[in-house]
Nanobody, 115 residues
Framework: QVQLQESGPGLVKPSQTLSLTCTVSGGSITTSYYAWSWIRQPPGKGLEWMGV???????YRNPSLKSLTSISRDTSKNQFSLQLSSVTPEDTAVYYC???????WGQGTQVTVSS
């Protein structure tokens, strides 16, 4: 069974870059037709899709966040990552990674942006 686990700092200062990693177990991120996504949920708000990286390494980011986000992967570690630059308190959220093909979510990681 594929499992996903997010990791990263729980607290980030405004204007810094947030880096999160999703470690995948039970399956390979290069499995054909799989895509791996980042999604967040600010407190009291709905889910916001941030971007996706495909099994071949291609990426697509939410146009509203594109200039601030970067998604990458490390196939040797079976991980994919999100970087969000110039964070503000509005980026405070629970961040999730998800395997789209099988609708499998990580447990989520809380990120708070505060000085």
């Amino acid at each position: 069974q594929v499992q996903l686990q997010e990791s990263g700092p729980g607290l980030v200062k405004p204007s810094q870059t947030l880096s999160l990693t999703c470690t995948v177990s039970g399956g390979s991120i290069t499995t054909s037709y799989y895509a791996w996504s980042w999604i967040r949920q600010p407190p009291g708000k709905g889910l916001e899709w941030m971007g996706v990286i495909g099994y071949g390494g291609s990426t697509y980011r939410n146009p509203s966040l594109k200039s601030l986000t970067s998604i990458s992967r490390d196939t040797s570690k079976n991980q994919f990552s999100l970087q969000l630059s110039s964070v503000t308190p509005e980026d405070t959220a629970v961040y999730y990674c998800k395997a789209l093909a099988i609708e499998q979510w990580g447990q989520g990681t809380q990120v708070t942006v505060s000085s």
